[in-house]
């Protein structure tokens, strides 16, 4: 397959990128080289390009900001996904958008699957909502991936936070109250490439694989555990560590849809994280960056 990735130059492009890249040929651009904003930069790209699909990995993804900049948030996550559906619908061309598990409410207490209600508590996901909404209203062929709590190799994280805040501090405070799935982007990636390889369109769940009890207090102390590190450790509640934009207190992805329907299998968190860590340019990044931070959340 000709395969184009919207939104090159972020965390998970950068490693998607390469990933499509066995087996596929794979062009991209970045938002500088195509606005998404503008339905008339999108279509000259798309034409320039030709692609067989689009992966969609442009997105608004601040949280907090998007609560400050509601407008902006729209503009991204919602008019540019529409562009790039209005496009691949004029031209045939399939569209797979990575969308997140903060579509829910997080009042579950099972892991959410595909088929379930969404319901987002944040503007950021009332604004990666309405980009799906575009998707299944404008497209036959699409995939749309929800995914959360990602990390990667390039661009901020919680990992790196977590490990920059280690050099620094004895002790570390962190939330104990919000359940989810941790992924990394080569996981992601990879499971991107699985299920747009089996021609099956759909909504699927794609993380690295939990237990459905994992809190960030649980992710942070693997992940000193690993590093070797002997901070300490305090759980906190969300009420203790308050953001502007509220979070979904249980946004567990159920990855059954996407193992049943497709050769999709999920590797456990703990150990993609392991594999991770070992990463050369993640010790590098570690040698240089400085956090300001004092707390951790998602």
Sequence with gaps: MKIFVAGAGGMLSTDIIPVLSQGHTCSSATIDEMDITSVDSV??????????IIINCAAYTNVDGAEKDRAMAVL????????????????????CHVSTDYVFSGTS?????????????????????????????????????????LYGRFGKNFVKTILDLSGKMDTLRVVNDQKGNPTWTVSLSRGIKTIVESGKYGIYHVTDATDGTLSWYDFTVEI????????????????????PAKRPAYSVLDLSAAMYSTPFQPRPWNEALAEYLKDEALAEYLKDENSNSGAAGA
Excluded: M
Excluded at 43 to 52: A, K, L
Excluded at 115 to 144: C, H, M
């Design 43 to 52: 279509r000259g790209t798309v034409d320039r390009h030709s692609p067989d």
């Design 224 to 243: 000193l555990r690993l590093s070797g590190k002997p901070n300490k450790v305090i759980p906190v509640t969300t009420d203790e560590f308050p953001r």
């Design 109 to 149: 207490t099972v892991p959410y699957t595909p088929f379930d209600d969404t319901d987002p508590v944040n503007f950021y996901g009332f604004s990666k909502l309405a980009g799906e909404k575009y998707v299944q209203w404008l497209l036959r062929k699409f995939y749309i991936i929800r995914t959360s709590w």
């Design 76 to 95: 991204v996550n919602a008019t540019g996904t529409q562009h790039l559906a209005l496009v691949c619908a004029e031209r045939d061309i399939p569209l």
